[in-house]
């Protein structure tokens, strides 16, 4: 394992890292499954429906991270396209759950395990900030709901610099804003291509959140399976 460095700034991502986004988005997803009678629409299970739209979305991100999608386009098509896993071609149904489901998800509040044992930990000794792919508003909903806003100095979106991670400008436009130096800081996050390698290609250090212990061949500077390891690594 790599020496700990003397870092001031601390950067996480905010899905799957601190904000549970997986348990979230079940919990939007029941809620339309149920409000909009899909269970007897598609004839399919919630589980399996949950299923299907966590494969299309993932999917769409992929692309949207690649740049070869847009917003609009990804908000257009998740929706739809599980809706027409089903043979049920209806895209007033598919805005209609794709709005609601924006709505709703970010008010869910399932924070990952330990996510603010360690953030009380680290606050009195770090400048911490919040780099996410995502939409402004919408992370800014998750943030305040899920009482992680006041732990974080500056929050900084894809959208607002309009370049998502993995790709420079986005780490090089962090640093400006917050007034860190590269060798001062840390990226903490889940994605190992967008955070992780993004943060490396720019010069930080890195700390890879990999829960499920999936295996990898990149050279990470540390990797963690838990968030509560961050207590005795900082
Ligand atoms: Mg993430």
Do not use: C
């Not at 043979?87 to 709505?103: A, K």
């Amino acid at each position: 394992m790599a020496e700990v460095k003397q870092y001031r700034h601390l950067f996480f991502d905010l899905d799957h890292t601190l904000w549970d986004f997986h348990t979230n988005s079940n919990l939007a997803l029941s809620q339309l499954f149920v409000k909009y009678g899909l269970e007897e629409r598609l004839k399919v299970s919630e589980e399996a429906f949950r299923a299907t739209y966590l494969q299309v979305n993932n999917a769409l991100w992929a692309q949207y991270r690649e740049g070869s999608v847009d917003k609009i386009t990804l908000r257009k098509e998740r929706f739809k396209q599980a809706l027409a896993a089903y043979d049920v071609e209806d895209e007033n149904l598919g805005v209609t759950l794709d709005r609601e489901y924006l709505e709703i998800s970010p008010y869910q509040t399932a924070l990952v395990p330990y996510a603010l044992e360690v953030l009380d930990y680290l606050a009195p000794r770090y400048d911490l900030h919040i780099l996410t792919n995502g939409f402004t508003e919408i992370q800014d909903v998750k943030l305040s709901r899920g009482g992680l806003k006041p732990y974080f100095k500056y929050i900084i979106t894809s959208e607002s610099i309009g370049v998502n991670k993995p790709h420079a400008p986005i780490f090089s436009e962090a640093l400006r804003r917050t007034g860190a130096l590269q060798g001062e800081s840390l990226m903490i996050g889940d994605n190992l291509e967008a955070d992780i390698i993004g943060a490396r290609n720019s010069g930080i250090d890195q700390v890879y959140f990999n829960p499920e212990g999936e295996p990898h061949r990149e050279e990470v500077t540390f990797e963690i399976q838990s968030l509560k390891e961050l207590l005795k690594l900082l």
